[in-house]
């Protein structure tokens, strides 16, 4: 799987670039499907905001790019859903889209439903995560990003070797600043990034590089 980890979605000319490069043919050309799922485990997010999502309703400009096609993949509802249905909605997409919300709850509900198990067979597949999207796929989050009160900590799946401070200075959250990202860091062993809503960082065979019009820095190597 091609990993396309941001904070804020699609935000700037050099992530959208950096997605074509990941998917190897226009958008227009290629069918996604969205996942708004974290949404339900974090306090702020409900009904509305997941709708925001799956229209583009929002800044974070991820469903709204001009897909060949769009569907929504419910993790909760694949449980009740036999796998030879969805498993090849999913390998069928080219993209999946993976809304912010509570990392911790989506890790779960990936296990629950299957989709973790499924990834290593998605080898062309490109993961577009926005926030605990991104976050899902690193080892730790740091208990400061946990809000679901059924967590059991703070590890999610681990399919990166680093971990993840997202909206750096974001003008919304007045407590993300560099300072309390170090002190973050200070929590959570292997490598963070701090990066703000104009940054991403793409992951391709193991190999981590960092596509940004905005501000990030690499906490700890």
Known sequence: MKLLLTSGGVTNASIHRALLGLLGKPVAEASALCIPTAQWGHPWCGPASARRFITDGSPA?????GWKS?????????????QDRWVPWVKEA???????????YLAHWMRASGLAELLPALSETVWVGLSAGSMVMTPRIGKLFVEWPG???????????FSIFPHLDHEMMPGN?????????????????????????????????VVSEGHWKLLRA
């Not at 769009?70 to 036999?82: C, W, Y």
């Not at 959570?188 to 590089?209: M, N, R, S, W």
Request: proline content about 4%; overall charge negative.
């Open 177 to 209: 600043t560099l300072a309390a990202a170090e002190q973050w860091a200070s929590s959570v062993a292997g490598p963070c990034y701090a990066i703000d809503d104009q940054t991403a960082i793409t992951v391709v065979d193991g190999t981590a590089e």
């Open 151 to 161: 967590a059991p900590d703070d590890r999610t799946l681990g399919l990166v070797n």
């Open 70 to 82: 769009v569907g929504v993949l419910e993790l909760t509802a694949l449980p009740s859903v036999s």
């Open 61 to 65: 400009t991820m469903c709204g790019l």
């Open 94 to 104: 080219d993209v999946l889209l993976v809304d912010g919300g509570d990392a911790t």
